[in-house]
């Protein structure tokens, strides 16, 4: 007979797999990389920790989302999730993911009432559905990756969004480059559960490396037109060695990848998978370094231990 006691951790472990729970701070990094991005400090506190909340409860929503979507092909394919187990009904799975999507719209449209911005809302609420597009629609089209890219745009343009100013060039190419190497990634696992093809690994790599391009080239698009706020001085002073940063996490992310492309079992890709999601806090930090210097740029890497630590124990692919 299964106590309380016993019944107990083992539901508290199924939710954390279920949300996928390391993940999340990625997503945290996203829109708190993009508030910086256009602030000079993470201020007003309130504004900021809604964002965040935001930010974090439509990621975990799409993460709930998709085991629930996905539940009759993880009968096949990972029987022990948590929803084709049993651990998780069907039914708690969707309460809880259509949940999270409600406090995240609440979150992002009660962080633009605070400032009279009602882009905050309309960001959330794009972000928002397309969640749902991917998870229930597109996901196992060739629109997939696609899709899963553009929710990482919008979450960088979330963070972004509580800014007074219009949308300039060099945001965008800020969060089309997270948004090219999610896709990027997001290309590379699309098998993962089984052997891959070598060719569909390639492709997918160099859509990553793309992605990181793009952020490496950010500054390049400053103009006297654009806030202050958003010059990227930091990475003006530090001149070339601002690109050989970039150039080295090329190569660190690319040579895990390459592995994976050579040896394309599971155990390889969903290894890469799992190493390249935690690289894009470093990705992320280092954008902010750019505006923001080193302080803030800690604060965002920092998010890499909690990942670390709920992912020795949680399964986040």
């Known amino acids: 007979m299964t106590t309380t006691s016993d019944a107990s951790p083992s539901t508290v472990r199924a939710l954390a797999e279920l949300l996928r729970l390391p993940n999340v701070f990625t997503a945290l990094a996203d829109v708190a990389m993009g508030f910086l991005f256009t602030h000079e400090s993470a201020q007003p506190a309130h504004q900021f920790a809604l964002l965040g909340l935001a930010s974090g409860s439509l990621y975990l929503s799409g993460m709930v989302l998709n085991d629930y979507f996905d539940r009759d092909i993880d009968r096949l394919q990972r029987p022990g999730r948590p929803v084709p187990s049993g ?37 959330a609420t794009v972000l928002a559905t397309a969640v749902v597009l991917y998870d229930a629609v597109l996901k196992r089209t060739p629109l997939g990756p696609l899709a899963m890219g553009s929710c990482r745009v919008l979450n960088v343009l979330l963070g ?23 896709a990027g ?82 155990v390889y890709v969903q290894g890469t998978v799992k190493q390249c999601l935690l690289s894009l806090i470093i990705l992320d930090a280092a954008v902010c370094m750019g505006v923001r210097g080193p302080f803030y740029a800690a604060a965002i890497v920092a998010l890499v231990f909690p990942t670390m630590f709920f992912g020795r124990w949680i399964y986040s692919t």
């Open 87 to 123: 651990r998780i009904s069907a039914g708690l799975a969707r309460a809880l993911g259509f949940g999270l999507l409600a406090v995240g719209l609440l979150a992002g449209w009660g962080a633009g009432m605070m400032t009279a911005n009602a882009r905050c809302g309309i960001v």
């Open 160 to 182: 972004m969004s509580a800014a007074t100013e219009p949308f300039q060039p060099i945001h965008w190419i800020v969060a089309l480059g997270v948004g090219t190497y999610i």
């Open 185 to 266: 990634v997001t290309w590379f696992a699309r098998t993962e559960a089984t052997d891959s093809h070598r060719g569909q690994l390639a492709l997918g790599l160099l859509v990553m490396l793309g992605g990181i391009g793009l952020l490496a080239w950010y500054p390049q698009w400053y103009t006297e037109s654009v806030e202050p706020v958003s010059k990227p001085v930091h990475a003006l002073l530090i001149g070339d060695r601002w690109y050989w940063f970039w150039g080295l996490m090329s190569v660190m992310i690319g040579w895990r990848a390459l592995r994976a492309v050579i040896f394309p079992q599971p």
